[in-house]
């Protein structure tokens, strides 16, 4: 127990400020990634706001990330159009590589999916400016091969219209110097985000072409008019969204076609089809109404009634007017998370460390572990929060003022084996209200979902997780496995989070979640195949461990299960007889003999006792 301590005592340890950029003031983090960092920083020299996007230090010491590093910046130089992220410097300070692109400082694509107000007209507006940008590229030579709403950016002072971004695993498909220069993808290997990759490129990223890009904004279309990404067998839009237009199904089936030779062979080709639903005027992302004009409104109908009482309180009601609008016109929420970052975020602080009563069994093919009552004392390691135990129950409390995020470590020994099962009864509910959640919201625009999840933790920045909403969002399955990151969305969340979930790898390295128990059990997604040797891409043994965020999450029958390989069976013993006309074979307790006589066993066991009568 003390080493385990120890160990995640190290990685509580906060991390290294960030480091010089000759010309630059980094001012903070906004985004961290498998490849490195991006702050928010000032040039100097002219006094704008820039981001820095900085190379990992670990991968600044390999050339093929190096490589893929000077790529981006190559295709970010080779592009200069409205919609695209504009590259400002590139560079090196000591071990330190880096790039400065102009800084986008609204929501993406995928904040902008949640607005209740997003209708077909603004679904269609978006798309086109990024179809827009993706046909520039392409008559650059650049291929994005990452398209997907992360990566999508809303710039507010040039009047909310959408930008591409992040360029990273981006390629060049013609054939001059730049090209071969930059080719550092392998055959036969999958690169990009799994819900939003076209079928070739899953397989063979080098070979996949710019119909890749079309076939995910096929994806990225389909999302913004039904809500969902499809996935296997999927309805057009119109059946799904009443009132869409059905002469958008054939082109959105087109995108999605498995065979690239089927799709859009052009960007320019699906944005002539898709030109006569999108309206020219409309260029302003839909948005309900602020809440600052909310607050304004209420306010003046308290002027109205307060004007007839005293003039005092007129003036109290204008100067909080005055101070809301300064608030909200000075501070942005930072950008959320994803919930598997943020439970395994390094800055997250160890709280405690006890134990729970359990039952532990073992056999020859498999390890059970049950949480709760039984005679084993199982050790548990909290961060963040502190959950409480209550039998067979791990409960998450919440107040209005005590919430963040939480992960609970089953610390258990022996974790290898060749499969492994994490599953658990789990609820997700919102905080109760209270005068400053609900000021702060009203205030500042702060929201909070609770969450609850599974998590299987590798080495460190390296997991996989299941998350269940208690507001009704889609369940999420999402992992970072070194290079590897993505999410991937399946059903809607029961009412409350309240769901049976499960994580499982199988001994062939067939990686899933699912939700739902028997007939009702769903998975969440597509399987993740990572190979017979799963256990690589975690790092480490799977730890098991359960995380809830900003709200009260409850744990029941928590249950862990470890698969081994079944021992090897012994083999018979073989005694030779000196004799050359006969042998002797030894075998679960028989001695049989042969006799060149007849050449026919005969066993060596005691005979049965007979019993002779005497003849009258």
């Given at each position: 127990m003390?080493a385990?301590?120890?160990?995640?005592?190290?990685?509580?340890?906060?991390?290294?400020?960030?480091?010089?950029?000759?010309?630059?003031?980094?001012?903070?983090?906004?985004?961290?990634g498998?490849?490195?960092?991006?702050?928010?920083a000032?040039q100097?020299?002219?006094?704008?706001?820039?981001?820095?996007?900085?190379?990992?230090?670990?991968?600044?010491?390999?050339?093929?990330?190096?490589?893929?590093?000077?790529?981006?910046?190559?295709?970010?130089?080779?592009?200069?159009?409205?919609?695209?992220?504009?590259?400002v410097?590139?560079?090196?300070?000591?071990?330190?590589?880096?790039?400065?692109?102009?800084?986008?400082?609204?929501?993406?694509?995928?904040?902008?999916?949640?607005?209740?107000?997003?209708?077909?007209?603004?679904?269609?507006?978006i798309?086109?400016?990024?179809?827009?940008?993706?046909?520039?590229?392409?008559?650059?030579?650049?291929?994005?091969?990452?398209?997907?709403?992360?990566?999508?950016?809303?710039?507010?002072q040039a009047?909310?219209?959408?930008?591409?971004?992040?360029?990273?695993?981006?390629?060049?498909?013609d054939?001059?110097?730049?090209?071969?220069?930059?080719?550092?993808?392998?055959?036969?290997?999958?690169?990009?985000?799994?819900?939003?990759?076209?079928?070739e490129?899953?397989?063979?990223?080098k070979?996949?072409?710019?119909?890749?890009?079309?076939?995910?904004?096929?994806?990225?279309?389909?999302?913004?008019?039904?809500?969902?990404?499809?996935?296997?067998?999927?309805?057009?839009?119109?059946?799904?969204?009443?009132?869409?237009?059905?002469?958008?199904?054939?082109?959105?089936l087109?995108?999605?076609?498995?065979?690239?030779?089927?799709?859009?062979?052009?960007?320019?080709?699906?944005?002539?089809?898709?030109?006569?639903f999108a309206?020219?005027?409309f260029?302003?992302?839909?948005?309900?109404?602020?809440?600052?004009?909310?607050?304004?409104?209420?306010?003046?109908?308290?002027?109205?009634?307060?004007?007839?009482?005293?003039?005092?309180?007129?003036?109290?009601?204008?100067?909080?007017?005055?101070?809301?609008?300064?608030?909200?016109?000075?501070?942005?929420?930072?950008?959320?998370?994803?919930?598997?970052?943020a439970?395994?975020?390094?800055?997250?602080?160890?709280?405690?460390?006890?134990?729970?009563?359990?039952?532990?069994?073992?056999?020859?093919?498999?390890?059970?572990?049950v949480?709760?009552?039984?005679?084993?004392?199982?050790?548990?390691?909290?961060?963040?929060?502190?959950?409480?135990?209550?039998?067979?129950?791990?409960?998450f409390?919440s107040?209005?003022?005590d919430?963040?995020?939480?992960?609970?470590?089953l610390?258990?020994?022996?974790?290898?084996?060749?499969?492994?099962?994490?599953?658990?009864?789990?609820?997700?509910?919102?905080?109760?209200?209270?005068?400053?959640g609900?000021?702060?919201?009203?205030?500042?625009?702060?929201?909070?979902?609770p969450?609850?999840?599974?998590?299987?933790?590798?080495?460190?920045?390296?997991?996989?997780?299941?998350?269940v909403?208690?507001?009704?969002?889609p369940?999420?399955?999402?992992?970072?496995?070194?290079?590897?990151?993505?999410?991937?969305?399946?059903?809607?969340?029961?009412?409350?989070?309240?769901?049976?979930v499960?994580?499982?790898?199988?001994?062939?390295?067939?990686?899933?979640?699912?939700?739902?128990?028997?007939?009702?059990?769903?998975?969440?997604?597509?399987?993740?195949?990572?190979?017979?040797?799963?256990?690589?891409?975690?790092?480490?043994?799977?730890?098991?461990?359960?995380?809830?965020?900003?709200?009260?999450?409850?744990?029941?029958?928590?249950?862990y299960?470890?698969?081994?390989?079944?021992?090897?069976?012994p083999?018979?013993?073989?005694?030779?007889?000196?004799?050359?006309?006969?042998?002797?074979?030894?075998?679960?307790g028989?001695?049989?003999?042969?006799?060149?006589?007849?050449?026919?066993?005969?066993?060596?066991?005691t005979?049965a006792?007979?019993?002779?009568?005497?003849?009258?």
């Open positions: 003390s385990s301590l120890e160990a995640t005592d190290a990685l509580a340890r906060p991390a290294a400020g960030p480091p010089h950029i000759p010309g630059y003031r980094l001012e903070k983090l906004v985004g961290k498998g490849m490195g960092e991006v702050h928010r000032v100097l020299s002219l006094g704008r706001v820039v981001a820095v996007k900085i190379l990992s230090g670990e991968l600044a010491e390999d050339p093929t990330f190096v490589t893929r590093f000077d790529k981006e910046a190559a295709a970010l130089a080779t592009l200069s159009h409205p919609n695209v992220v504009s590259i410097d590139k560079g090196k300070a000591e071990n330190t590589y880096y790039l400065v692109m102009e800084y986008v400082d609204g929501p993406s694509l995928r904040e902008v999916m949640r607005s209740p107000t997003l209708d077909t007209q603004g679904a269609l507006r798309i086109m400016e990024i179809a827009r940008a993706i046909d520039y590229a392409h008559s650059r030579g650049v291929v994005h091969r990452d398209l997907k709403p992360e990566n999508i950016l809303f710039d507010e009047g909310g219209i959408a930008k591409v971004t992040d360029f990273g695993l981006a390629t060049f498909f054939d001059s110097k730049v090209a071969s220069r930059f080719n550092v993808t392998e055959t036969h290997v999958s690169m990009g985000t799994l819900s939003y990759m076209a079928p490129q899953r397989v063979d990223a070979n996949a072409d710019h119909r890749a890009d079309v076939y995910s904004l096929g994806v990225m279309l389909y999302e913004l008019l039904v809500g969902e990404v499809p996935i296997g067998t999927f309805d057009p839009p119109s059946q799904r969204r009443p009132g869409t237009d059905k002469r958008l199904d054939a082109i959105v087109r995108c999605l076609k498995p065979a690239a030779g089927d799709r859009y062979q052009r960007v320019a080709d699906l944005m002539l089809d898709l030109e006569p309206p020219v005027s260029s302003q992302v839909p948005r309900k109404i602020s809440r600052v004009e909310q607050l304004k409104n209420q306010v003046r109908a308290v002027l109205r009634r307060t004007m007839r009482v005293a003039e005092i309180a007129v003036l109290v009601a204008a100067f909080a007017i005055l101070g809301v609008s300064w608030v909200r016109s000075r501070y942005h929420p930072p950008p959320r998370p994803s919930p598997g970052t439970l395994t975020a390094p800055e997250l602080r160890l709280e405690t460390a006890t134990t729970s009563p359990g039952r532990i069994a073992d056999t020859s093919t498999v390890r059970r572990m949480l709760g009552e039984g005679p084993d004392a199982i050790p548990l390691i909290a961060w963040g929060r502190v959950p409480g135990l209550e039998g067979r129950t791990v409960r409390p107040t209005a003022d919430l963040g995020v939480g992960r609970l470590n610390d258990l020994v022996d974790r290898d084996g060749i499969s492994a099962q994490l599953m658990a009864d789990v609820t997700a509910t919102a905080p109760p209200s209270s005068f400053w609900g000021l702060r919201e009203q205030l500042l625009g702060v929201t909070r979902e969450q609850v999840a599974l998590v299987l933790l590798g080495s460190p920045g390296r997991y996989v997780a299941v998350i909403s208690g507001t009704g969002e369940v999420a399955f999402e992992w970072a496995l070194g290079e590897r990151r993505g999410t991937m969305l399946g059903p809607p969340s029961p009412p409350g989070g309240a769901a049976h499960k994580l499982q790898v199988d001994r062939a390295g067939q990686l899933q979640a699912f939700v739902g128990t028997d007939q009702d059990q769903r998975p969440v997604g597509e399987p993740l195949y990572l190979g017979t040797d799963w256990r690589n891409s975690l790092g480490t043994p799977p730890t098991p461990a359960l995380g809830c965020i900003d709200g009260e999450c409850t744990f029941r029958q928590v249950g299960e470890i698969g081994r390989e079944p021992p090897d069976l083999e018979p013993l073989v005694l030779t007889d000196p004799s050359p006309t006969k042998s002797k074979t030894v075998a679960k028989t001695v049989k003999r042969k006799t060149p006589a007849d050449k026919k066993p005969v066993s060596l066991r005979p006792p007979t019993t002779r009568h005497a003849k009258k």
